[in-house]
């Protein structure tokens, strides 16, 4: 046997026991190739045929621009049901909610290859805007859900692509969820309890003294509009005075500068009390802290900054964010279970929201 040989049957032994002792569980995505392969202090051709020989043996499943998993439970002598394809918006490198959506796909993907589905991703998505899909890329989705209608079972649409996108396809034959969004299109959607997530914020807000508050809203789409409007409800049935809640719409990235100037205005005229922002999302919550703290506001006393989306450990100049947390393992799972449910014409309409609950994760942002 050759030295080439002993290394590919050593890799597959070592990968192969940690299945076996559950270091790698069911579901388990393994790390990325390259960096498993420099892990392992081999190369890439020889780790391949390792992952081959245990994707044969019915142990691996490698999904295109998803990654590698574990599942045991998967039998692959088994004719597969049939697809469901996922369109989700591309990961952006650095992005501050990276890993939720990593942990998303992967929850997703693992979902449909384990109730016995193949998983298909439209390439054409990969190349779409993450935050403001201009009209050809809507076309362009469009076109891509439209082609797959007599080619999968059904579909799930993640919280950004537009109704714009999707209305033509609402009533086709083919079941549709949508991730994390309330619609007004008759599509079953699958999201966060916001209800349940506001009446956490503002309770931890009064708790901590805050008497000022500044809502920094994403108004492109209906769940942030829906938030909000719960979350304008809540602190005035707690008796917060109207002239104590403000209200700012903008994203970072569209109009940062007027964002930051009003926020800065609202700021100045209320140093009564010290001031809580609830933000869009974490990625605004993490560009707000930091953008305070350089004008010389102290994050935490003079001012309290909570997130929303679920980007678990957020840091921010040493400092955890405090957000309330989406759980992309079930919603993954439950997204799945009613998609599964239509397509067996288990379900009865009118299509509906499944909330799915939500966390509060601590912080020292407030």
């Known amino acids: 046997m050759n030295k080439d040989q002993l290394k590919k049957n050593k890799v597959y032994g070592l990968l192969k026991g940690k299945i076996d002792n559950g270091e790698y569980p069911n579901g388990h995505r ?38 590698t998993f574990v599942t045991l439970n998967v039998d692959r002598r088994q004719k597969l049901h049939g697809r469901i394809a996922c369109i989700m918006r591309p990961i952006i490198p650095g992005q501050a909610e990276n890993n939720f959506l990593d942990a998303l796909n992967a929850s997703l993907s693992h979902e449909i290859l384990k109730n016995g589905f193949q998983l298909v991703v439209p390439p054409c998505v990969t190349s779409l805007s993450a935050h403001h ?5 809507c076309a362009e989705i469009a076109c891509a859900i439209g082609g797959l209608q007599g080619f999968v079972d059904g579909i799930i649409v993640e919280q950004r692509i537009p109704d714009s996108a999707l209305e033509r396809f609402a009533e086709t034959s083919r079941p549709m969820v949508i991730l994390d969004r309330n619609t007004d299109l008759k ?7 916001h209800g349940q997530a506001v009446k956490m914020q503002v309770e931890l807000a009064l708790k901590a003294g805050y008497g000022n508050f500044l809502v920094c809203r994403i108004d ?11 979350l304008n409800k809540v602190l ?24 930051l100037q009003k926020i800065f205005e609202i700021m100045k005229s209320n140093k009564d ?40 450990g957020a840091v921010v100049n040493g400092r955890a964010l405090t957000t ?13 279970e009613i998609l599964l449910d239509r397509i067996n014409g288990n379900l009865h309409d009118p299509r509906r929201t499944h909330n799915v609950e939500t966390q509060l994760e601590l912080g020292n942002t407030i």
């Open 30 to 67: 393994l790390p990325p190739e390259r960096e498993l392969a420099k892990n392992l202090d081999v190369s890439m051709s020889t780790l391949r045929s390792s992952l081959d020989r245990l994707e044969k043996e019915g142990m691996l499943d490698r999904v295109r621009s998803q990654g």
């Open 133 to 137: 899909p201009s009209s050809d890329a």
């Open 187 to 193: 599509i079953d959607s699958v999201t966060s309890d």
């Open 220 to 230: 492109r789409f209906q769940n942030d509009r829906l938030r909000f409007q719960e």
């Open 236 to 259: 005035l049935s707690r008796k917060v005075p109207k002239d104590k809640i403000n209200v700012v719409e903008g994203w970072m990235e569209s109009n940062a500068g007027e964002l």
């Open 273 to 312: 009390r010290k001031v809580m922002v609830f933000a869009g999302d974490d990625a605004l919550a993490i560009f707000l802290c930091e953008r305070l703290e350089r004008r010389g506001y102290v994050i935490g006393s003079d001012v309290g900054v909570m997130g929303f989306g679920g980007f678990a």
């Open 324 to 336: 309330v947390r989406m759980d992309p393992l079930k919603l993954a799972a439950k997204a799945v």
